[in-house]
């Protein structure tokens, strides 16, 4: 009877894993469709605001109230300072990207931070990237021309272009939480991102600060911090439970819950050109997580 117990052990964890992270792709998804639709009311700084300030203070509350101050300590604090600098960068101008870009256009580009990270982590990083994963790196980009096409529709090229930059910045941000993996708990990292970030914000929003005129503004403002703190607090748990090869590809479900939501919201569905090219940026990301993985094995 004992043999079997450790196998089923760790079969409920990886399932307690797959679950919390498509719980995550469903809270990211809805903290992205509720900046969208605040686009319409507000800047986008003033959402970039009440996202990271009210995460900050939710997983600041919930891991201080745990583990006591001291797991506010960090080992590397410029490498700290420099992720969370990083993060607050990507979420400014996905945001102000989707100004003028849809749900399901903004998540498919933001697919290429993977692809990014593993054109980076050979220089930045020292990593060996063989000649499979830089055929998919190209492959990828390849996908997210096909998806932006250049000199087509000059009002969407900016929000385009941003949210590259946005998927940049987020590629830094994992390409920095790998260097101080092992340096800083988990929960230190999350309070160092969210302490810089509302840091950086609050000194933006007052240019920008416009007092909320309906109830249920204030309503979604207060929920993107909540929501997207406990999803961010979700991934962590999930990671915790299950290695990452396993769990990355589940992120691209997020296209799929874009693409419903935009229709829902705002009768919108992406062309052809973005289903091909959403196609190879996925199957170019898969297949680097199928490398990376048999590589570490």
């Not at 990014?116 to 930045?124: K, N, Q």
């Not at 190209?138 to 087509?152: C, E, K």
């Not at 987020?170 to 990292?189: F, S, V």
Request: charged fraction near 10%; include cysteine; aromatic fraction near 12%.
């Amino acid at each position: 009877m004992r043999g079997p117990q450790p196998t089923a052990h760790k079969s409920d964890r990886v399932m307690q894993a797959i679950a919390l992270m498509c719980l995550y792709v469903s809270l990211i998804v809805f903290v992205n469709a509720g900046g969208k639709v605040l686009t319409a009311y507000h800047d986008p700084l003033q959402i970039v605001f009440f996202r990271h300030g009210g995460a900050f203070v939710f997983i600041t509350t919930i891991f201080v109230v745990r583990h006591g101050w001291g797991i506010v300590r960090t080992r590397k604090p410029l490498l700290q300072i420099g992720r969370g600098l990083f993060g607050i960068l990507s979420s400014i101008l996905y945001f102000t990207a989707l100004v003028t870009t849809s749900l399901a256009t903004a998540a498919a580009i933001s697919f290429t931070a993977p692809l990014v990270v593993t054109a980076l982590s050979a220089p930045l990083l020292a990593e060996k990237v063989g000649a499979h994963r830089w055929g998919a790196v190209v492959v990828g980009f390849l996908g997210a021309l096909i998806i932006i096409r250049p000199g087509v529709g000059e009002g969407a090229q900016w929000g385009s272009a941003m949210l590259v930059g946005s998927a940049c910045c987020t590629a830094m941000y994992q390409l920095i939480t790998r260097k101080l993996a092992g340096q800083d708990r988990a929960e230190t990292t999350n309070i160092w991102s969210g302490l810089v970030s509302a840091s950086v914000i609050v000194c933006l929003i007052p240019f920008v600060w416009e007092m909320p005129r309906e109830p249920w503004l204030w309503a979604l403002f207060l929920s993107l911090g909540v929501i997207g703190g406990t999803g961010h607090f979700l991934l962590t748990k999930a990671f915790e439970r299950g290695p990452a090869s396993l769990l990355s590809p589940f992120n691209y479900l997020q296209l799929i819950g874009a693409t419903g939501t935009g229709y829902a919201l705002y009768g919108q569905l992406p062309d052809g050109w973005t289903w091909i090219g959403a196609a190879v940026i996925v199957v170019a990301g898969l297949y680097i997580a199928y490398r990376e993985n048999r590589v570490r094995r």
